[in-house]
């Protein structure tokens, strides 16, 4: 027994401090945001719209992802309204303004690209790539739709969200990159094509650096941190949507495809559980602050869901292993 709790403890010690590098790119990106002048809304519109279709495109050509990797996102996508709806429910019956939307917003809001990619890279290698596209791209999906729909509370009508959505270069990329994986071997490239899929692969990195930048950043522009017995209970709401009921339901969807649906690897599986562990992300008080929501709920819920998913993510490793 106590040879167990020993390789357990080194197991987790050495997941922790796989994790803990990528929260020193957090930190600097708080740093820069608090004495530079950093236009954060730009970043973070390259991200989307330059370097993250391009990981999704070469992603899947590189690892020839199957088509059936798509349930990954639809599984992501339901999982996210499922929350969103029961906890919008449930905040109308204890709120009867806004925080109700807010609390949706946070407890189905999970930040897989720009946390989930790298973390997910640190702990399980390259191999994690696929996962985390497809569940990246059922998280943004829902948030520039449904999730938008329902924070905004009708201000803004359901056609202009899918109109948001259908302008989501990410998507375009996945179905060509569907389309053409079966058309293109990169090993048997040279030349200018080859040299462009070597140029790809940095991207990745870059995603990910940029990614935990944009958290980094995110954190420096919370303006206040006020704690009290509404936001108390709005926190415990949350975390505990996003640390237990979203991690159970992935559980359970792993239980139901090991045993019936058989359509990932044995491999897949840590890492769906890994991501479901994703903190709240920073782009949640972007979204409420444009739809001028009080932000300053969502900014607590983000620096906590933060701090406990450096620890919670390893613990829960550990009791997979």
């Not at 946390?115 to 990246?136: D, H, Q, R, S, Y």
């Not at 906590?304 to 292993?321: D, E, G, Q």
Request: proline letters at 4%; aromatic letters at 14%; charged letters at 10%.
């Amino acid at each position: 027994m106590k040879a167990s709790k020993v390789q357990d403890l080194l197991l987790f010690q050495n997941l922790l401090l796989k994790i803990l590098p990528l929260y020193l790119v957090i930190l600097i990106g708080f740093v820069a945001g608090k004495f530079l002048e950093i236009d954060r809304k730009s970043i973070a519109l390259m991200i989307m719209y330059v370097v993250a279709p391009i990981v999704f495109f070469n992603g899947i050509i590189k690892d020839n992802i199957p088509l059936q990797s798509l349930s990954i996102s639809v599984f992501v996508f339901c999982v996210c309204t499922f929350l969103a709806l029961i906890f919008l429910g449930l905040g109308s019956l204890i709120w009867k303004d806004s925080t109700k939307n807010i609390l949706a917003l946070c407890s189905s809001s999970g930040n897989m690209g720009y946390f989930g990619l790298p973390v997910a890279l640190a702990i399980f290698g390259p191999k994690a790539l696929p996962t985390v596209i497809m569940a990246t791209l059922g998280i943004i999906s829902f948030q520039n739709s449904l999730g938008f729909f329902i924070a905004a509370n009708g201000k803004y009508s359901f056609v202009r969200s899918l109109k948001k959505t259908l302008l989501l270069p990410n998507i375009y990329a996945v179905i060509l990159a569907f389309y053409l994986k079966d058309f293109i071997d990169i090993p048997s490239l040279s030349g200018f094509a080859k040299n462009i899929f070597n140029i790809a692969n940095n991207f990745t990195g870059a995603y990910s650096i940029l990614g935990m930048l944009i958290v980094g950043l995110g954190l420096s522009q919370i303006k206040s941190m006020k704690l009290n017995k509404k936001t108390f209970l709005f926190l415990i709401l949350s975390l505990f949507a996003k640390f237990a009921i979203f991690p159970f339901l992935t559980y359970l969807f792993i239980i139901f495809d090991k045993h019936s649906l058989h359509l990932f690897s044995s491999s897949t599986y840590p890492v769906l559980m890994m991501l479901s562990l994703a903190p709240v992300p920073a782009n949640a008080v972007v979204i409420a602050s444009s739809l001028k929501l009080d932000t300053d709920m969502i900014s607590i819920t983000v620096m906590l869901s933060n701090f406990f998913a450096l620890f919670l993510i390893p613990m829960l490793l550990v009791w997979m292993h």
